[in-house]
């Protein structure tokens, strides 16, 4: 988990170092469809939330985090108001030929999607996109694919990119 942590917190930290003032097209409502449509395949682990569904969930994880002054639940207070969707989908245990097809339609969602950054580990090709704002400081609609693992994660929504990484480097 901390190297996950470690990974993440550099990441945005490069994000936010060599942002460009290009904007990037990531198809949230395509992601969106690609996961219910995956959804209530045995073989799948998903957990999706719309935006009704999601303001639930920040309002009650938001009210019981309320009194609590430790400086990372307040970071974390902060992060979690700006993501309006999320879905995670775990396909590490399908069959070769059901990930396949996820991963052939995930990429040809992407195909024209710019990565902000590629991790290559011990074979393992990890690649983040999402849209950093002309500051530099924003980072909207976070998606972290894992095609190889079979991992999936979108966070749709706008992440302030200096809370992440002092969250982050805070828990290492």
């Known amino acids: 988990m901390k190297k996950l942590t470690l990974i993440i917190t550099?990441?945005?930290?490069?994000?936010?170092?060599?942002?460009?003032?290009?904007?990037?097209?990531?198809?949230q409502s395509e992601l969106m469809?690609?996961?219910?449509?995956?959804?209530?395949n045995p073989e799948f682990e998903v957990v999706q939330?719309?935006?009704?569904?999601?303001?639930?969930?920040?309002?009650?994880?938001?009210t019981a985090m309320a009194s609590d002054p430790d400086p990372d639940v307040r970071a974390a207070r902060k992060l979690i108001?700006?993501?309006?969707?999320?879905?995670?989908?775990?396909?590490?245990?399908c069959s070769i030929n059901v990930k396949d097809k996820f991963n052939r339609k995930l990429d040809r969602i992407l195909k024209n999607t710019d990565p902000l950054m590629e991790f290559k580990d011990d074979g393992e090709k990890m690649t983040i996109?999402?849209?950093?704002?002309?500051?530099?400081?924003?980072?909207q609609n976070?998606?972290?694919?894992?095609?190889?693992d079979g991992?999936?994660?979108?966070?749709?929504?706008?992440?302030d990119i200096d809370t992440i990484a002092r969250f982050a480097s805070d828990n290492i």
């Open 81 to 93: 108001r700006g993501i309006r969707k999320v879905a995670i989908v775990d396909y590490s245990d």
């Open 49 to 62: 939330f719309g935006g009704i569904a999601m303001s639930a969930v920040k309002t009650l994880v938001l």
């Open 151 to 159: 991992t999936l994660i979108c966070l749709f929504g706008t992440i």
């Open 10 to 27: 550099l990441t945005l930290l490069s994000i936010a170092a060599f942002a460009q003032n290009r904007r990037a097209a990531v198809t």
């Open 129 to 139: 996109y999402g849209v950093v704002s002309d500051k530099g400081d924003k980072l």
């Open 33 to 40: 469809d690609l996961v219910s449509d995956y959804r209530t």
């Open 142 to 148: 976070f998606i972290l694919c894992d095609p190889e």
